[in-house]
């Protein structure tokens, strides 16, 4: 596939960049107290607003999943808690449906973040009873639900319909996770409600299925991002360290490590921008090139962030390095909207 950003994506995350570098996410978090999951900030909300950003998919905007493919990158290299991708995908849902709060998700006045069963083991039921719809059962773990006024479920009934509700806050019961990831708030919705008809939707089939690959996809792109800096902060770290009298990036082992992790890095993003070109319209692709990219990035950025470790040595170990809360962030992606084994299976059965 012979592919480059063009000039306007070029700018699209240059100027998000610039944005992320003035409000570092990471001088918030150490600035936070101790053991309390980052909340979006007055200024982060108003940035999505101003932005326009949660709109990107929308039909009035028109972007497509390589726009956004992008900016989450530069989002997962800042450590940023904002839940971008996530906010994207429920617009363009609440769009696609013609939900009254479609206008208001778009420009932030209410964030409306999908949730979703898990991919592996679901424990969300739904069932169609007439006109009523019958949710039970817990979501997969989301990130930014703590944030939320309203969420998004869409899930496949008993039946084999799928179907999509949104909920406020109020009506049901999140539950915050403790997990490895420093840098986000993690939760799963639990829900046991009834739904009537005029609160829910019809999805078309294979709805669903296509939220689970974007989610997939940005989830490995959020890694990518933080993997990349990784590359960055180690290789930096070689030419500064010194043993022997010698900067250990002179050392032949060194140099294989950070030409591995550069490496691993760059096909990831092939691989992942490959999988966002077939979620824009490579239907009959789609599911095998993002179980691909997600199969091949989720070992590669962790592999990653394993070698940073390894060159950084002790000092990688501290508190007070960023070197534990990008692993740690990496580590939970690799593990959420499907695991690289559970997505290797899926392309064997493809």
């Known amino acids: 596939m012979d592919f480059a950003l063009s000039d306007e994506q070029e ?5 998000e960049h610039a944005w992320l570098t003035k409000n570092d996410p990471l001088v918030r978090l150490r600035e936070s107290p101790e053991g309390k999951a980052p909340r979006l900030s007055p200024v982060e909300v108003r940035h999505l607003t101003e932005s326009g950003l949660i709109g990107l998919l929308t039909a009035e905007i028109g972007g497509t999943h390589v726009d956004l493919a992008v900016l989450v990158e530069e989002h997962g290299r800042s450590c940023s808690p904002i839940p971008l991708a996530e906010l994207a995908v429920a617009a363009r849902l609440l769009d696609l449906l013609h939900h009254p709060l479609r206008g208001d ?12 069963g898990s991919l592996e083991r679901s424990a969300l039921h ?9 949710l039970n059962g817990t979501t997969g773990p989301a990130t930014g639900l703590a944030d939320a006024t309203h969420i998004l479920i869409t899930c496949v009934t008993t039946s084999g319909s799928e179907v999509a509700v949104v909920l406020p806050v109020a009506a049901v019961t999140i539950r915050t996770l403790r997990t490895l990831d420093l840098t986000r708030s993690w939760s799963v919705v639990e829900l046991n409600t009834t739904v009537q008809a005029d609160q829910w939707f019809n999805l078309s089939t294979g709805t669903v299925a296509f939220v689970h690959d974007e989610l997939t996809v940005y989830r490995s792109l959020d890694a990518l991002g933080a993997a990349r800096r990784l590359v960055d902060t180690t290789v930096g770290y070689a030419r500064q360290r010194t ?14 490590h950070c030409a591995n992790m550069a490496l691993s890095t760059e096909t990831s993003r092939a691989a992942l921008w490959a999988a966002a070109v077939a979620l824009d319209g490579d239907a009959d692709n789609r599911g095998r090139a993002v179980s691909a990219a997600a199969a091949f990035a989720g070992e590669g950025t962790s592999t990653t962030a394993q070698i940073a470790l390894q060159v950084h040595g002790g000092i990688g170990f501290t508190w007070e390095h960023d070197l534990h809360l ?3 962030r990496i580590k939970v992606d690799e593990l959420v909207d499907g695991s690289v ?3 290797r299976r899926r392309l064997v059965t493809a």
């Open 341 to 343: 084994s559970f997505h």
């Open 105 to 116: 998700a778009e420009s932030a006045a209410e964030i409306v973040l999908p949730a979703l």
């Open 326 to 328: 990008l692993l740690r």
């Open 126 to 134: 739904a069932e169609v009873d007439g006109r009523t719809l019958t």
């Open 11 to 15: 700018a699209l995350v240059d100027a």
């Open 243 to 256: 043993q022997f009298d010698r900067p250990i990036a002179s050392f032949q082992a060194i140099k294989h």
